[in-house]
């Protein structure tokens, strides 16, 4: 899949200014599940397993970050996957992620139609995957589940014991070219020269700060710039259904 990032610069009232496209290649998330001996592949949009112990197996090309929502109807993975605006998906919406350890220890998925989990990777003291392998440009991370958590009963139940026959799983991947930035330039607030300079800063502090991983809203600052960025996420879904 090829991607187009847009850096633009508008003058008030829409007034173009001009525009920098970079092209770029964005490298696939790659999930498997591995249950046994046996390794099945999740492209197809289905995966069927016994129900029993099993482990995710990604294989990040950027950073090993991914907000993962486990639900008993598909209607989440539908919208993740008809590509609806994350924000207005409830598992995804800002506030929705749930808490699990940082030390990898955990052993359990979540069953909620409004919360996701974070499964990211920074050191092998602070992480929540369960063991991680890095390659030669790559990245692999297992996560082991042996229970589900249902909200319903507030406890960990073993897979074997879970009554559902399938869990659809939508899976929100923020790769390292997810920051867009729209930069608008109130006319007679800055020079050319000081405009040609803000940008560049506005372009490497939003790439680079605080706010790096997050969405950030619309902001006007003393700068004459109107700035806007959102973050754009690779997007996979299926389900997993359960031998009876």
């Not at 919406?93 to 940082?102: D, F, I, K, N």
């Not at 300079?197 to 700068?223: A, E, T």
């Amino acid at each position: 899949m090829r991607k187009i990032f847009v850096i633009s610069q508008f003058l008030l009232f829409g007034c173009f200014s001009g525009v920098l496209a970079v092209e770029s290649q964005r490298l696939p998330l790659n999930v498997k599940i591995i249950q046994g001996a046996k390794t099945y592949s999740t492209q197809s949009g289905k995966v069927r397993i016994k129900k029993a112990p099993f482990t995710f197996l990604f294989t990040f090309h950027y950073k090993p970050i991914v907000q993962i929502n486990f639900s008993k109807d598909d209607w989440t993975m539908k919208a993740v996957l008809g590509g609806m605006d994350a924000a207005y998906i409830p598992p995804f919406q800002p506030g929705s992620g749930m808490a699990e350890e940082v030390d990898g220890s955990s052993k359990y998925l979540i069953v909620d139609n409004e919360g996701f989990h974070y499964w990211f990777h920074t050191s092998e003291k602070e992480t929540r995957f369960s063991k991680c392998f890095p390659k030669d440009g790559y990245i692999q991370c297992r996560k082991d589940i042996h229970f589900i958590f249902e909200p319903v009963l507030r406890k960990d139940i073993p897979i074997g014991q879970y009554e559902g026959n399938h869990l659809a799983v939508s899976i929100l991947y923020r790769d390292e070219d997810r920051n867009r930035l729209t930069f608008v330039h109130i006319p007679g607030v800055l020079q050319s020269g000081e405009n040609n300079v803000m940008k560049n800063y506005l372009q490497w502090y939003f790439s680079h700060g605080d706010y790096k991983d997050r969405v950030i809203p619309s902001i006007m600052g003393d700068s004459g710039y109107f700035v806007e960025s959102y973050e754009e996420h690779q997007r996979t879904g299926f389900l997993i259904q359960f031998e009876k």
